[in-house]
């Protein structure tokens, strides 16, 4: 563990702490790893956690192209597995068959409900399913850490 100072008036402090924790996290992981913590990297990550919706690769590629970051698709894939073995990042299957991506850091457990009229997407959260779900996975002799739960429906007519 690195000893990194947990003062909260950060030198940034345009940049919230959700990003300041990713940015150690990622810097640990990639040490760990072996791999560079390039400028390229540091960019994918402040775009990544700078959006707070689910998105898919293209549109991540085109918000840093818009932001005048240029960043090969490859590079991205690369840079978003690596991202997701952080625990920084996580696939969301919204059910519309495209692989999309929201950032978890800083981003409580919650689930996702999507309409099937239109593709809309909520999230919520609720300290009863999570109970649930944590005696469940205690029966099974595992601690919860995280959880993807999705629930799909049709728009209620009145
Ligand atoms: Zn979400």
Same mark, same amino acid.
């Given at each position: 563990?690195?000893?990194?100072?947990?003062?909260?008036?950060?030198?940034?402090?345009?940049?919230?702490?959700?990003?300041?924790?990713?940015?150690? $996290?990622?810097?640990?992981?990639?040490?760990?790893? =072996?791999? &560079?913590?390039?400028?390229?990297?540091?960019? !994918? @990550?402040? /775009? *990544?956690?700078?959006?707070?919706?689910?998105?898919?690769?293209?549109?991540?590629?085109?918000?840093?192209?818009?932001?005048? $970051?240029?960043?090969?698709?490859?590079?991205?894939? =690369?840079? &978003?597995?690596?991202?997701?073995?952080?625990? !920084? @990042?996580? /696939? *969301?299957?919204?059910?519309?068959?495209?692989?999309?991506?929201?950032?978890?850091?800083?981003?409580?457990?919650?689930?996702?409900?999507?309409?099937?009229?239109?593709?809309?997407?909520?999230?919520?959260?609720?300290?009863?399913?999570?109970?649930? @779900?944590?005696?469940?996975?205690?029966?099974?002799?595992?601690?919860?850490?995280?959880?993807?739960?999705?629930?799909?429906?049709?728009?209620?007519?009145?």
């Amino acid at each position: 563990m690195s000893n990194k100072p947990s003062s909260k008036t950060s030198a940034t402090p345009s940049k919230p702490t959700d990003f300041e924790e990713a940015l150690e $996290k990622y810097r640990e992981h990639l040490k760990r790893k =072996r791999l &560079l913590f390039t400028r390229e990297r540091i960019a !994918i @990550l402040e /775009e *990544v956690m700078a959006r707070h919706d689910h998105f898919s690769v293209e549109e991540l590629h085109d918000s840093l192209k818009a932001a005048g $970051k240029k960043v090969s698709r490859a590079t991205l894939y =690369r840079n &978003l597995d690596s991202l997701k073995e952080a625990g !920084i @990042l996580a /696939e *969301v299957d919204l059910g519309n068959r495209h692989v999309q991506y929201e950032h978890v850091l800083g981003h409580g457990h919650h689930f996702h409900l999507v309409c099937e009229d239109d593709g809309a997407v909520v999230e919520d959260s609720s300290a009863e399913i999570e109970k649930l @779900l944590e005696a469940l996975a205690r029966k099974h002799n595992l601690d919860l850490t995280h959880f993807k739960l999705q629930i799909f429906g049709t728009r209620r007519r009145k």
